[in-house]
T-cell receptor, first 111, second 113 residues
Framework: GNSVTQMEGPVTLSEEAFLTINCTYTATGYPSLFWYVQYPGEGLQLLLKATKADDKGSNKGFEATYRKETTSFHLEKGSVQVSDSAVYFCALATGANNLFFGTGTRLTVIP | ETGVTQTPRHLVMGMTNKKSLKCEQHLGHNAMYWYKQSAKKPLELMFVYSLEERVENNSVPSRFSPECPNSSHLFLHLHTLQPEDSALYLC????????????FGPGTRLLVL
C-alpha cells in the first residue's frame, strides 16, 4: 500500500542550527512527493515538491531530494530561524486521487 | 477575499445536533477536498470533488455528508456525530488532480460533546 513515515517530534533547535526532518515512503507506481508546512493557527501550505526521482525541491532555504533508491524525501535547511517554527508534513501523491500525509513533525526554534 | 476561507473557525456541537461546515475558494480551481486532522494521526483525506463531481469517498462514515454546489463552494454536513469526530477539518483546493499543489484553508476546529 501507500504510506508516509516521518520522524516524530517535537524537534527543538537553536537559531542558525542545521535542520533535518526524515521522511520515507512506501508507494505503488511513481509518486510525487511534497513537504507542506502549517504555521500556528493556519492551514497547510506547500513548501516544496518533487515529481520524479533525483529531483530536488527547494524553497525559502529548505531543500529535499527525491531518492528512489532509499524511498526517502528528507527535508533540510542549513540555518533555521525562529520564524520556521511550525509543523512540517511529508506527503505523497500517486494515482488519480490518492494523497497520503505523514503525522507531522513539530519544529520549535529558540533564539 | 483571497485564497481558501472556512467558516466557522470553531464549532461545538452535541451528538444529536446537525451542523454544516463551509468552504469557499477564490483561486479559480476546479477541485476541492475535505481533510480531517487529528492529533498524532496522519492527515486523512475524506472527500474529493473534481469539476463538482465526487470522485473519492475513502470510506468515511455516513454521518459526514459533503456537498459541492459549484466549483467555488464546498460544504460538509454533520449529523449525529461522535466524540471521536472532534478534530480540525481542513478544506483545500487545487487545479485538476491530486498531484497538483493544494491550497488549504485555516480549518474548522470541531468539538463534539
Amino acid at each position: 500500500g501507500n504510506s508516509v513515515t516521518q520522524m516524530e517530534g517535537p524537534v527543538t533547535l537553536s537559531e542558525e542550527a542545521f535542520l533535518t526532518i526524515n521522511c520515507t515512503y512506501t508507494a505503488t507506481g511513481y509518486p510525487s512527493l511534497f513537504w507542506y508546512v502549517q504555521y500556528p493557527g493556519e492551514g497547510l501550505q506547500l513548501l516544496l515538491k518533487a515529481t520524479k526521482a533525483d529531483d530536488k525541491g527547494s524553497n525559502k532555504g529548505f531543500e529535499a531530494t527525491y531518492r528512489k533508491e532509499t524511498t526517502s524525501f528528507h527535508l533540510e535547511k542549513g540555518s533555521v530561524q525562529v520564524s520556521d517554527s511550525a509543523v512540517y508534513f511529508c506527503a505523497l501523491a500517486t494515482g488519480a486521487n490518492n494523497l497520503f500525509f505523514g503525522t507531522g513533525t513539530r519544529l520549535t526554534v529558540i533564539p | 477575499e483571497t485564497g481558501v476561507t472556512q467558516t466557522p473557525r470553531h464549532l461545538v456541537m452535541g451528538m444529536t445536533n446537525k451542523k454544516s461546515l463551509k468552504c469557499e475558494q477564490h483561486l479559480g480551481h476546479n477541485a476541492m477536498y475535505w481533510y480531517k486532522q487529528s492529533a498524532k494521526k496522519p492527515l486523512e483525506l475524506m472527500f474529493v470533488y473534481s469539476l463538482e463531481e465526487r470522485v473519492e469517498n475513502n470510506s468515511v462514515p455516513s454521518r459526514f455528508s459533503p456537498e459541492c454546489p459549484n466549483s467555488s463552494h464546498l460544504f460538509l454536513h454533520l449529523h449525529t456525530l461522535q466524540p471521536e469526530d472532534s478534530a480540525l477539518y481542513l478544506c483545500a483546493s487545487s487545479q485538476a488532480g491530486i498531484r497538483e499543489t493544494q491550497y488549504f484553508g485555516p480549518g474548522t476546529r470541531l468539538l463534539v460533546l
